[in-house]
């Protein structure tokens, strides 16, 4: 039980160091005004592509392996770990669909309402999945399984850097101050720990969900991949560098998790 409860502790500090690789982004704010459109399409696809191998290598394929382990048989592991994707997916999407985003309003001087839509729902959707980012670093250190959760963390953090730093120009595109715009960013990683806290506790009191749970981490970021990230690298002009900078972050993560888990 004490073992137990020390891989939700390590689960819970990963997802917190994770969800500080946002913070780490936001510096940049201090630096920079803007990101070209090239640069920010680049560096969120190569998120993307990170996210998208965590999903494969760090949460689908343990989760089929963990159902063998109760079950005996693959094709039992496989559903369970299909029905959790799918159970993931569908809250984010449940989520998505009454997201309050239209209550935003940052006052008569700023920009064209349009445009504050735009930027508060990005900001909102990266702190949503953050959530089960956070999650998924959590259950990546159920059943013991601690170099899995690192490279999970290490990934997911790296990850976090582009994207917080997206935020915070975002934001200070629209008038908010630097440090205010640091600040907010920061908070959306923040996030990170308290999915972090609900996934490795849920794999302590029931780990035989574990293929279960698995599957509903990687389903919930498949769902932010193909809903969000990938529709709004490919609206401009640099599909091709947004294709191959998710390869990239694709190939980062897999050689961490073929090294590191």
């Not at 932010?224 to 993560?253: C, K």
């Amino acid at each position: 039980m004490l073992a137990d409860f020390n891989v939700v502790l390590l689960g819970s500090l990963a997802s917190l160091l994770a969800g500080l690789g946002t913070a780490l982004g936001a510096l940049g704010v201090f630096l920079v005004r803007r990101l070209s459109d090239k640069l920010q399409d680049g560096m969120l696809s190569a998120a993307a592509g990170v996210m998208l191998a965590a999903s494969f290598f760090s949460l689908l394929l343990p989760g089929i392996k963990y159902g063998e382990e109760l079950t005996g048989h693959t094709w039992m592991a496989a559903l369970m770990v299909i029905a959790g994707l799918l159970m993931g997916a569908a809250l984010l999407y449940y989520i998505h669909q009454r997201l309050p985003h239209e209550h935003f309003t940052l006052g008569p001087e700023g920009p064209s309402a349009a445009h504050i839509h735009r930027i508060w729902l990005f900001v909102i959707a990266i702190t949503l999945h953050n959530f089960p980012e956070g999650m998924a670093v959590g259950v990546g250190f159920g059943g013991g399984n601690i170099s899995n959760g690192v490279a999970l963390a290490i990934g997911i953090g790296l990850q976090n850097i582009p994207e917080g730093l997206a935020v915070a120009v975002s934001l200070l595109g629209i008038n908010h101050s630097r440090t205010k715009a640091f600040g907010i960013a920061m908070l959306t990683g923040l996030v990170e720990p308290v999915g972090g806290v609900f996934g490795a506790t849920m794999v302590w009191i029931a780990e035989p969900i574990m293929p279960w749970t698995l599957g509903f981490a990687a389903g919930a970021m498949l769902f932010i991949i193909s809903d969000e990230i990938i529709p709004e690298t490919h609206r401009g002009s640099y599909r091709t560098l947004a294709t191959f900078s998710l390869l990239g972050g694709f190939v980062v993560m897999m050689f961490l998790d073929a090294t590191l888990g």
